[in-house]
């Protein structure tokens, strides 16, 4: 059986949004989803060490799988470094694109990765992500949480444009295999 580990952002658990959705996407391709849930509140969210504090948090989850993908979203894609250790297909929502450690994290990787993010959020840079990743969603106008401007309707069929694009991903890779 095929395993996925969601690795939650800063502001919201595994089990909310965006991640809640693409660990169903996972699921109904037979995996078994692995929601991992911080020991504590993250700090120094934008310093080099929260890369380190991450991987250590993930790190044992990942050491009892075999080859699984990841699904992390905003702070949780520090764990790019494991992914880039490790060979592992990712999925990256709202990664920090940001921040120089993330970036060299994810220009290691060996595996396929899904970047998805939008215009609209200060912490997606559009011309890293095609650098780094023929797998890309943009959303134009798009915030950190993938919601736009507008009626709710709107944000909400930006959430079915992450799973399309998630679910075609997974296709393109032929996961699981």
Not at 8 to 21: E, N, V
Not at 101 to 113: C, G, I, N, S
Request: proline share 8%; with cysteine.
């Amino acid at each position: 059986m095929a395993d996925a580990v969601v690795v939650p952002g800063g502001a919201f658990g595994p089990a909310a949004g965006l991640l809640m959705y693409a660990g169903v996407v996972a699921e109904r391709r037979g995996a078994a989803v692995h929601r991992h849930g911080w020991s504590q509140p993250p700090s120094h969210l934008f310093e080099p060490q929260i890369e380190s504090w991450v991987c250590d948090e993930i790190r044992p989850v990942l050491d009892r799988l075999e080859n699984p993908l990841l699904i992390g979203k905003s702070l949780g894609t520090n764990a790019a470094a494991l992914a880039a250790e490790r060979s592992l297909p990712a999925v990256w929502l709202t990664p920090i694109l940001t921040v120089p450690w993330v970036v060299a994290a994810l220009e290691r990787a060996t595996a396929p990765m899904l970047l998805v993010g939008g215009t609209g959020d200060a912490l997606w840079d559009g011309a890293e992500a095609r650098r780094l990743s023929p797998y890309l969603l943009e959303v134009g106008e798009a915030d950190h949480g993938m919601q736009v401007p507008g009626p709710i309707g709107e944000s909400v069929a930006v959430l079915g444009r992450v799973l399309i694009a998630i679910d075609e991903f997974l296709d393109a890779i032929a996961w699981p295999s």
